[in-house]
């Protein structure tokens, strides 16, 4: 019985022709994706006929397993699988830096008028009873206008005032205007040639009086292009106070 079990076996190898294609296609197709599986009938069970059989098969899957194997090994070799590269992120743009509310980027904030008044210790200084003065060249003066200022403090009311600035006529100097920080309504104001100088008065009138505390006068000029010396210039300030008349003067350095 085991010998011709054995010859069949033989037989049936010899006379089995594998279909390369198919078998190549299906191998393909397992390296392609998840093998499906089928559902396989099962075998009646019935004796020796049985056993044959499964004999049989079992001969056949070895005998097909060999050709399979000799088959993925004649398949041309891939090269390996390089994964899609992933996409760099776009650059952002470059923070804005956003301007100061109320500017224009780019611009040059200007310093307040304020800012331009003089302090104690950058201007000429002259003190006489209850009067103290300073007087210095704005610096916001430019190389055809310019402005003087005056800062005078009376630690007294004063009930007779009179203020000169005296801008020399260093060449086209030519009056653009003046202002004070007490009121116009309380002073008679001139501006002339006199002597070489452009000269700006104000005159307490009749009846008014000058609070104590800190006041500001200012001449305003133009001039010839260029930078303007004020070596020239100065001021006197006469007052009649309750200890008595007092008198400052002094000249104008420049501003800071």
């Given at each position: 019985?085991?010998?011709?079990i054995?010859?069949?076996?033989?037989?049936?190898?010899?006379?089995?022709?594998?279909?390369?294609?198919?078998?190549?296609?299906?191998?393909?197709?397992?390296?392609?994706?998840?093998?499906?599986?089928?559902?396989?009938?099962?075998?009646?069970?019935?004796g020796?006929?049985?056993?044959?059989?499964?004999?049989?098969?079992?001969?056949?899957?070895?005998?097909?397993?060999l050709?399979?194997?000799?088959?993925?090994?004649?398949?041309?070799?891939?090269?390996?699988?390089?994964a899609?590269?992933?996409?760099?992120?776009?650059p952002?743009?470059?923070?804005?830096?956003?301007?100061?509310?109320?500017?224009?980027?780019?611009?040059?904030?200007?310093?307040?008028?304020?800012?331009?008044?003089?302090?104690a210790?950058?201007?000429?200084?002259?003190?006489?009873?209850?009067?103290?003065?300073?007087?210095s060249?704005?610096?916001?003066?430019?190389?055809?206008?310019?402005?003087?200022?005056?800062?005078?403090?009376?630690?007294?009311?004063?009930?007779a005032?009179?203020?000169?600035?005296?801008?020399?006529?260093?060449?086209?100097?030519?009056s653009?205007?003046?202002?004070?920080?007490?009121?116009?309504?309380?002073?008679?104001?001139?501006?002339?040639?006199?002597?070489?100088?452009?000269?700006?008065?104000?005159?307490?009138?009749?009846?008014?009086?000058?609070?104590?505390?800190?006041?500001?006068?200012?001449?305003?000029?133009?001039?010839?292009?260029?930078?303007r010396?004020?070596?020239?210039d100065?001021?006197r300030?006469?007052?009649?106070?309750?200890g008595g008349?007092a008198?400052?003067?002094?000249?104008?350095?420049?501003?800071?």
């Open positions: 019985m085991n010998e011709e054995a010859r069949r076996l033989r037989e049936a190898a010899e006379a089995h022709q594998p279909d390369r294609a198919r078998m190549l296609a299906r191998v393909q197709r397992g390296m392609a994706g998840p093998a499906v599986r089928h559902r396989v009938r099962p075998l009646k069970r019935s020796p006929r049985f056993a044959l059989g499964a004999v049989v098969t079992a001969g056949l899957l070895a005998t097909g397993g050709a399979v194997a000799g088959i993925v090994h004649t398949l041309p070799t891939s090269g390996p699988v390089t899609p590269a992933t996409p760099s992120p776009s952002s743009a470059a923070p804005v830096t956003p301007s100061p509310a109320g500017t224009t980027a780019g611009a040059v904030p200007v310093a307040p008028p304020s800012s331009a008044r003089p302090s210790s950058a201007t000429a200084q002259a003190q006489n009873g209850p009067l103290w003065s300073a007087g060249v704005s610096p916001h003066s430019t190389v055809y206008w310019a402005e003087s200022d005056l800062v005078l403090r009376t630690g007294a009311p004063l009930t005032l009179t203020v000169e600035l005296r801008i020399a006529q260093t060449g086209n100097v030519q653009t205007g003046d202002w004070q920080t007490l009121s116009g309504n309380d002073f008679t104001v001139t501006v002339q040639d006199s002597g070489g100088s452009l000269v700006y008065r104000w005159v307490l009138k009749p009846g008014r009086t000058v609070p104590a505390g800190q006041h500001e006068f200012a001449a305003q000029y133009n001039h010839a292009t260029g930078t010396s004020a070596a020239g100065g001021y300030v006469d007052a009649q106070g309750p008349p008198a400052v003067g002094g000249g104008f350095v420049p501003g800071r």
